[in-house]
């Protein structure tokens, strides 16, 4: 063959990989972006489900009234006076053996942003309810993710089986980002919990969480208590009536002052941002302990990647 066949038969060689090249890279790019746009309709489409469950949850004070003034039952199939008594005005929580353990897994809140917000919450209700008002201890900030057990289904487990849970969720975290997130409302529910409910800015989407933890426990209680898109913490529980409920007159006035006071908290800390950095795997030896200041085991997992 001739200089030119050979030098024609190397060009077109060249082309050839060039245009291949030219091609994947356009396949990839395609995917890239398809994978892009997808996670984030993903995102939004999470965000916008969870603003629409947290408009339901504000609701539920005005369509149901304030329940939690006639000793009804909580969210968690307890009456108020299952978990509280209330003595000459001192408000004290009731701890009852969990049997089987609750082993809860938990995002945790630091005391970094938890402190403000307690401080924030305690400022505006404590006026108003003196010892009627039990507040979250704030070292104790969490958000529930999932249950491996709970006081409504329990599931029973050996040492054995417990520390194979516990190695299965530390290696779950390390495939989650760190959570930046911002509250987007306080709002009061019907049975008297006071609660922050968020939005994830950026990290691991509370959806995935609970799947990889579900992936992880396999042998949990098929029915988990919340929603899987939510992201919320209490902040405190209301007991009884407001100090100045003799000069309301009316249940309606009440309920005007628990929105004037929910209004003032929202003014002054809604739109806080928080970094959420560790999930806890959570052994409560008492009914609600990380509720109620009760027995507990607590192993600390920090959230093992990061999220641009």
């Known amino acids: 063959m001739g200089r030119t066949g050979i030098f024609s038969a190397h060009s077109t060689t060249v082309a050839l990989i060039w245009f291949t090249s030219a091609v994947l890279f356009f396949f990839l790019f395609q995917m890239a972006l398809h994978n892009s746009t997808s996670s984030s309709d993903s995102s939004v489409s999470k965000s916008e489900l969870r603003s629409k469950l947290y408009d339901k949850m504000e609701r539920d004070l005005d369509e149901k009234g304030a ?32 049997n089987p353990p609750v082993r809860a897994n938990v995002l945790y809140l630091s005391t970094e942003y938890s402190v403000p917000i307690f401080e924030a919450v ?47 969720v530390k290696s779950a975290t390390e495939h989650m980002c760190r959570l930046k997130i911002v509250l987007d409302r306080v709002i009061l529910t019907s049975t008297g919990v006071l609660l922050g409910c968020w939005q994830v800015i950026s990290g691991t989407d509370p959806v995935t969480i609970r799947a990889k933890l579900r992936t992880a426990l396999p042998h949990a209680p098929e029915k988990q208590l919340y929603d899987a898109a939510i992201l919320h913490t209490s902040f405190a529980r209301l007991l009884g009536h407001p100090k100045i409920s003799q000069t309301l007159g009316r249940s309606s006035d009440e309920l005007q002052l628990f929105h004037e006071l929910v209004a003032r908290l929202n003014k002054q800390i809604r739109g806080f941002e928080a970094a959420v950095s560790e999930l806890w795997y959570v052994e409560e030896y008492d009914v609600l302990a990380l509720a109620l200041n009760g027995r507990m085991k607590v192993r600390k997992f920090p959230l093992g990647c990061y999220s641009s």
């Open 67 to 98: 329940v939690f003034l006639k000793g009804g039952e909580t969210s968690q199939s307890l009456s108020l006076s299952d978990i509280f008594t209330i003595k000459d005005g001192s408000v004290t929580p009731v701890l009852k053996a969990a």
């Open 122 to 168: 305690k400022s505006i209700f404590d006026p108003y309810f003196d010892k009627a008002i039990w507040f979250q201890n704030s070292s104790l900030y969490h958000f529930s993710m999932f249950h491996a057990s709970h006081h409504i289904t329990p599931i029973p487990a050996s040492n054995v089986e417990i520390e194979a849970e516990v190695a299965a």
